[in-house]
């Protein structure tokens, strides 16, 4: 039989709201409590409870919290890296051009032999062309078994080019080499832009030496140069212009809004980048 002291701690337990009313009445009537102490015992387990799942609650939050953030840092670093790799020159995937062109060369590109490469370049540019035609002359490398596109910095390290930092920091990696034939040839260089102000101040630094960065790859004769740029309009467009002593252009840029740069050595091949920005249906989007 049980003891009297075990009866005693049964009887002594505070039954639960819960239990039968005829239980808790009987309670009430044997040991003298209220039922507002009933209550209070039976909140009291509950909320022990709601406490113990509040704080697995918290747990859980934390939790993903944490490997929200983890996971947000982890694609920023990643997109600092491919940024980063941009601005330094590494090769980018893009190989589509700036612009629709009616034909296409491609030069392969071998960092340890620049020269070769810039006569290939220059090759290209003088290969014969139709009237009005415009040649894309895509520069590539073999990575693996993927070609990539060499970027606007790395054409500039090839040609031996040397425009100013500022100029080089408000460049995107994507440009577009061409040659347009009117009555000669003429090269074009077009430049995605990613700081108009920066891109136009860097220009106008870079006047005094850019005829030169550009006599060989572009076969300018500067002999009869003038030793400045002037301003000039073609199509309500702004432009610069170095002319020789004879007014002859030999070396032009100018912008597309705020967006795209472009060089070139007369006035034609301008006129027909202007044109075909200004058409869809030589947009490459």
């Known amino acids: 039989m049980p003891s009297e002291e075990k009866i005693k701690k049964e009887e002594d337990k ?6 039968y009313k005829t239980d808790t009445s009987e309670y009430v009537k ?16 509950r909320g022990i409870k709601i406490e113990e799942e509040n704080r697995f609650s918290l747990k859980k939050i934390i939790i993903i919290s944490a490997s929200s953030v983890i996971i947000i840092g982890i694609s920023f670093a990643g997109i600092w890296f491919f940024t980063k790799g941009q601005k ?6 893009f190989l589509k051009p700036i612009l629709i062109s009616e034909d296409q060369v491609e030069i392969y590109v071998y960092p340890e032999n620049y020269p070769r490469v810039l006569n290939e370049i220059k090759k290209a540019i003088q290969s014969q062309t139709r009237i009005n035609q415009l040649l894309y002359v895509s520069l590539v490398r073999q990575v693996g078994e993927s ?37 000669k040839d003429c090269p074009i260089l077009i430049f995605k832009v990613a700081a108009f102000d920066s891109a136009f101040a860097g220009m106008m630094k870079w006047e005094t030496a850019m005829a030169d960065d550009f006599k060989d790859v572009f076969s300018l004769e500067l002999s009869n140069a003038r030793s400045f740029f002037e ?11 170095l002319n020789d002593k004879d007014s002859q252009p030999l070396l032009l840029y100018s912008f597309m809004g705020r967006d795209y740069l472009i060089i070139t050595t007369d006035e034609e091949p301008l006129k027909e980048i202007f044109r075909r920005f200004s058409s869809f249906q030589y947009l490459n989007d």
Do not use: H, W
């Not at 060499?150 to 040659?179: C, H, Y």
């Open 30 to 45: 044997k040991r003298g409590v209220s039922l507002i102490e009933i209550a209070a015992e039976e909140a009291r387990g």
């Open 14 to 19: 505070i039954p639960a709201l819960r239990t």
């Open 231 to 241: 301003d000039r309009e073609i199509q309500n467009r702004d432009i610069r212009v």
């Open 147 to 183: 070609k990539v596109a060499v970027g606007s910095r790395e054409f500039f390290r090839i040609t031996g080019a040397s425009p100013p930092q500022e100029l080089l920091d408000s460049l995107e990696n994507e440009f577009m080499l061409s040659k347009f034939y009117f009555t």
């Open 88 to 93: 330094e020159g590494q090769p980018t995937s």
